[in-house]
């Protein structure tokens, strides 16, 4: 059974940073692309990047855009996200999503 694991979330004031990872033992890991979506509280689940399998094309919200980095290291199998200049609006649990396998979550708050 795939499972995606993740870590990093934690409470930060505004303007820091954290790094969260999403390590799987899935030997196919470098196969395809992954995702990393997240769920502020009272609304629903979005989309917040997408990494090819490769690591060479990546995509991200417009919310996130030029603050958050996606990374993967496929020798690992696990995947990143670098958050850089958080907000209060990036508060939420932070998912990652590989084929249909989804992490546990991991909470992010961003608060003075």
């Known amino acids: 059974q795939v499972q995606l694991v993740e870590s990093g979330g934690g409470l930060v004031h505004p303007g820091g940073s954290l790094r969260l990872s999403c390590a799987t033992s899935a030997s196919t890991f470098g196969y395809y692309g992954m995702f990393w979506y997240r769920q502020a509280p009272g609304k629903e689940r979005e989309w917040v990047a997408t990494?090819?399998?490769?690591?060479?094309?990546?995509n991200y919200d417009n919310s996130v855009k030029g603050r958050f980095t996606i990374s993967r290291d496929n020798i690992k199998s696990t995947g990143y996200l670098q958050m850089n200049d958080l907000k209060p609006e990036d508060t939420a649990v932070y998912y990652c999503?590989?084929?249909?396998?989804w992490g546990q979550g991991t909470q992010v708050t961003v608060s003075s």
């Open positions: 999503n590989w084929l249909q396998f």
């Open positions: 990494i090819s399998a490769a690591g060479n094309w990546t």
